[in-house]
């Protein structure tokens, strides 16, 4: 057994849950919420990731510790963005013209709590087996308009190289998938997971590109640094994708400081995610106005390398929908007839710039 199928064997559940927040002096009636949350929605907590937790509330322990809130919550759906409809073989989305969405795992090394998918990761009865793997690769060898192929769970990389490998193998055995991405959050939650043995093997695969999910400084140690240092130095291209949550990044300074160094990790800030409209979630959602501002404080005021995409997954399956601040206030005409457009930039000064 590997390092960090150890460390996932000694995860905490709600059966195990007391000893390991013993040290934060949780009352009677705060593990009994735990325990009662965790009934419904499964609880997983590595010992790295939650070593990662200084107190009690804190940005890391709001993304993992079970909430009384999540079985308050009345607005939220169980699959908001309706994968359910758009799967035409169980475990394969195909929502856009040319890739399709692969959930190859319903397993994760934490479980977060404001999930999209909290509907079925981590619900023992719904584990994937090899049968419904081979039918959504033989779905993808009979649809030649998809190029590309996201796999994604839970999270993948909770199988061993060897079933990862064959499934890697088999999408780069057809010819008309021309790019493999990779959606995991292990270099963050269980940087243990990226071993020398892993990154050769998907170095075989290329082009391969990985999508990891930071959502606070607090969770950038010098594990998951090495982590995301020898994925890059096996040639593949990271990007990160965060969740904007309420208490955890809904500030510019935070996420100021988590996009800079995400790039000193050599890792691109890609998405920033209005956090969607799951069952059990909707205490983390903010107004759209805050992600407005975080983009805002960020486009100018540092490099563009490290400006992500601010985006709302459509609910109803409509697929991520752009969003950004005003820099674009509409088009006039000069005395002379010239159209022209009024522009704004990161400081809020106007300009214009003439039409042709």
């Known amino acids: 057994m590997e390092l960090w199928q150890k460390l996932v064997a000694q995860s905490k559940d709600e059966k195990s849950i007391r000893k390991a927040l013993s040290k934060f ?5 705060e593990l009994a919420s735990i325990i009662r949350v965790a009934s419904l929605y499964p609880m997983r907590v590595n010992p790295y990731y939650l070593s990662l937790i200084k107190k009690k509330g804190d940005p890391v322990w709001k993304q993992c510790i079970p909430d009384e809130k999540e079985l308050h919550d ?7 963005l309706e994968e359910e409809h758009q799967s035409p073989v169980p475990g394969l989305v195909h929502r856009y013209p040319d890739r399709v969405l692969f959930l190859v795992s319903n397993q994760c090394s934490m479980y977060c709590r404001f ?18 793997i081979m039918k959504g690769i033989e779905y993808i060898k009979h649809h030649k308009e ?28 057809i010819k008309h998938v021309e790019i493999i991405r990779i959606g995991t959050r292990m270099p963050c939650a269980l940087p243990q997971r990226i071993t020398k043995k892993l990154c050769k093997m998907l170095k075989k695969y290329h082009p391969l590109y990985i999508n990891t999910h930071f959502n606070h400084p607090q969770e950038i140690t010098p594990e998951s640094m090495k982590a995301c240092q020898m994925l ?33 990790m050599r890792v691109k800030p890609y998405y920033i995610y ?8 909707n205490h983390f959602r903010t107004d759209v106005s805050k992600g407005l501002e975080i983009i805002h404080s960020l486009r100018g005021f540092t490099t563009g390398m490290a ?26 005409k000069d005395r002379n007839g010239k159209r022209k457009i009024l522009l704004r930039n990161y400081e809020g000064k106007l300009y214009e710039y003439p039409l042709p």
């Open 307 to 332: 400006v992500p995409h601010y985006v709302i997954d459509a609910p109803g399956g409509g697929g991520k929908i752009p969003l950004l601040p005003k820099y674009y206030l509409g088009e006039k």
């Open 232 to 264: 890059a130095d096996a040639g593949i291209p990271l990007g990160n994708q965060s969740v904007l949550l309420k208490g955890v990044n809904d500030d510019p300074k935070v996420m100021k400081e988590l996009v800079q160094k995400l790039l000193l």
């Open 74 to 80: 009345q607005e939220g759906l169980p699959d908001p």
């Open 274 to 281: 209005q956090a969607d409209l799951v069952k059990g979630t």
């Open 25 to 29: 002096k949780l009352s009677e009636k």
């Open 146 to 173: 998809v190029r590309d192929v996201i796999i994604s769970g839970g999270d993948p990389l909770m199988l061993t190289d060897e079933k990862l490998e064959f499934i890697l193998k088999n999408l780069r055995a």
């Open 115 to 132: 999930c999209t998918r909290k509907r079925r990761v981590g619900h023992p009865d719904m584990e994937i087996p090899t049968q419904q």
